[in-house]
């Protein structure tokens, strides 16, 4: 079992089909469904990824969708070297510097 | 709950969700009064810096950016470089100046009884209404556009969810699309919170003490007011608030010019294209929309009305910004941004113009960090097949490549014509109230609401084929 009642999950679920958007958005966005993820406490008593699954939130709502995660964490970064902003700092700088300081 | 049963209860779930009737303001026509709403339903400037005084939003230090002043003055006329000063927004609670108006959000919601706040926001927005509400013990919800269809998001926003629930708040993610807006509608019926809105009356008069500062700032330390105050523009409350600080200050000299990251091309409700962008606000996408269509907002009438403050609009392109971020990293020692130092760029730029002795204020930075720093960003920008070149900024296609200036004298301004703009707000007043007549009344609005005067509404009104 991935998941027990209690732990900490995100899970996901569609807010509206393909084809059930609003007329007003653009082709690419009307071909695929609007999405949905949320985190919370699972409520059901042990669930797999992929199980339909009942959450209650950190704020206490109760929300369905289907567990895509347990013990979810933040992957974002400051991200790679960026060779291309390297000449920024010696330039500004060394324009200063011809300025005569 | 079908979609349009909801969005037909949009009305209805405004007005219990941000205790006001905007009925009580409008008239028969385009016009409504701006000036009654903000008075009635505001605070006073008095009000709101206790307000935010109380949660600690505010007072924020200006910095005199001397070296980028003399950088410059490197690439002006002789004679030419205004003084470049920075308003350093980022050291509020949460990071930007979007505290100020969620310290006024907040506080109403909880002086109306509210048990909670809502927020539909992918930015710096989100986190202050987390961290306001943490203050104040209200709970709290930010609803993020976030992902691609295949589940990619903005490292940016991402982010942004990120320091929500570090405050306690519940972040519900969507893949892209206006429907975020009937999400949002669903929570704030099941839940009964308040609509943490940036655009209600509240909320901009929030910003005013911004506007204000900068006034009582700059008289102190200068014994003047500033020449000029530059905005990165995205849904226009920044500018509106800020600009109306000023007014209130007595500051009326003083030009206020809005700046906006060049994203042209790009939709914004495209699913493909979401992650081609490296800027998730600030940005044409909000800026141009919104400046041509306030009342597109998420209550019934915006009180920020970005056209009725703006002296002259600019935009520039991704790349200058970032230059310009990392310049102020190198040379001033104040590492923040990037989308907070799209006015930066412009300033810097705009200063060329400037006599030596005139003074520009960037009235705002926020804070960087993981996901929405500049090597965040152009590390997603490569991942999504964008070009990284170091050359002309002018040539640069959003969506396609990001062009970094070879040297700061190609960092350059585009204007946007305010005229045109001015003409598309009157014609979406036109196609919207849907009158092929304008009374007295209204011709007065439109004047206000697009800072013009009765010569040019009426020659556009003619255009229009429109009576008045």
Redo the contacts between chains.
């Keep these: 079992m991935d998941a027990r009642k209690g732990d900490w999950v995100r899970i996901h679920d569609a807010?509206?089909e393909a084809g059930?958007?609003?007329p007003?958005?653009?082709e690419?966005?009307q071909?695929?469904?609007?999405?949905?993820?949320?985190?919370?406490f699972l409520l059901d008593e042990g669930a797999n990824i992929g199980d339909r699954v009942k959450i209650e939130?950190?704020?206490?709502?109760i929300v369905e969708g289907v567990l895509v995660e347990v013990n979810p964490y933040?992957k974002?970064?400051?991200?790679?070297?960026?060779p291309?902003?390297l000449?920024?700092?010696k330039?500004?700088?060394s324009?200063?510097d011809?300025?005569g300081e | 709950m079908s979609?349009e049963a909801v969005m037909g209860r949009n009305f209805e779930i405004m007005r219990k969700a941000v205790g006001m009737d905007y009925s009580r303001f409008e008239s028969k026509g385009i016009g409504f009064d701006y000036e009654k709403m903000m008075e009635e339903t505001g605070y006073t400037l008095e009000e709101i810096k206790r307000i935010q005084a109380e949660t600690g939003v505010g007072n924020t230090p200006i910095y005199e950016l001397r070296?980028l002043t003399?950088?410059a003055r490197?690439f002006a006329p002789k004679g030419k470089g205004a003084r470049i000063f920075l308003k350093d927004e980022a050291v509020n609670p949460s990071g930007s100046f979007k505290d100020r108006r969620a310290a006024t959000s907040c506080y109403h919601a909880k002086r109306l009884g509210y048990k909670?706040v809502i927020a539909a926001t992918s930015g710096n927005y989100g986190s202050a209404v987390a961290s306001q509400a943490a203050m104040r013990g209200l709970?709290?919800?930010v609803v993020q556009e976030?992902?691609d269809?295949k589940?990619v998001?903005q490292?940016e926003i991402?982010?942004k969810a990120?320091k929500c629930?570090a405050h306690?708040?519940?972040?519900?993610?969507?893949?892209?699309?206006?429907?975020l807006f009937?999400?949002f509608l669903v929570l704030l019926e099941?839940?009964g919170y308040f609509n943490a809105s940036l655009y209600t009356p509240f909320a901009i008069a929030g910003v005013e003490t911004l506007g204000y500062e900068i006034a009582m700032q700059f008289r102190e330390r200068e014994g003047r007011d500033p020449d000029v105050v530059i905005v990165t523009n995205a849904g226009g409350g920044n500018l509106t608030g800020t600009a109306r600080g000023l007014i209130k200050a007595g500051a009326k000299e003083t030009k206020v010019i809005g700046a906006s990251v060049n994203l042209t091309g790009l939709?914004m409700?495209?699913?493909?294209q979401f992650n081609k962008k490296s800027f998730t606000t600030g940005h044409t996408g909000f800026g141009i929309p919104f400046t041509t269509w306030p009342d597109r907002s998420d209550v019934p009438r915006s009180a920020a009305r970005p056209l009725r403050y703006m002296d002259r609009y600019v935009t520039v392109n991704q790349g200058s910004v970032?230059?310009m971020t990392?310049?102020l990293?190198?040379?001033e020692g104040l590492e923040r941004g990037p989308a907070g130092n799209t006015s930066l760029a412009a300033a810097f730029k705009i200063a060329q113009e400037l006599d030596e002795d005139q003074i520009i204020v960037v009235q705002e930075t926020e804070y960087t960090g993981?996901?929405k720093?500049?090597?965040?960003?152009?590390?997603?920008a490569?991942e999504n097949g964008i070009d990284?070149?170091?050359g002309d900024p002018r040539e640069e296609i959003p969506g396609k490549n990001i062009i970094?200036p070879k040297?700061?004298g190609y960092i350059s301004v585009e204007e946007v014509d305010l005229n045109r703009t001015r003409r598309s707000y009157i014609r979406n007043c036109i196609k919207h109230y849907n009158v092929d007549k304008v009374s007295e009344e209204d011709l007065s609005f439109l004047c206000q609401d697009t800072k013009s005067h009765e010569v040019f509404v009426k020659s556009v009104l003619d255009e229009l084929g429109i009576k008045y």
């Design positions: 807010v509206l059930k958007r609003a007003s958005v653009p690419d966005t071909r695929v469904p609007l999405e949905m993820w949320v985190k919370g939130t950190y704020i206490g709502r933040y974002h970064d400051f991200g790679k070297c960026v291309e902003l000449y920024i700092g330039q500004v700088r324009l200063l011809e300025d | 979609y070296n003399k950088l490197n909670g709970k709290c919800i976030c992902y269809s589940g998001g490292p991402i982010e990120r629930e306690g708040a519940e972040v519900v993610q969507l893949t892209v699309g206006p429907e009937y999400t099941e839940t939709h409700a495209s699913d493909i970032f230059y990392e310049a990293a190198q040379l993981a996901g720093h500049l090597n965040a960003q152009l590390t997603f490569k990284i070149i170091i970094l040297d700061p």
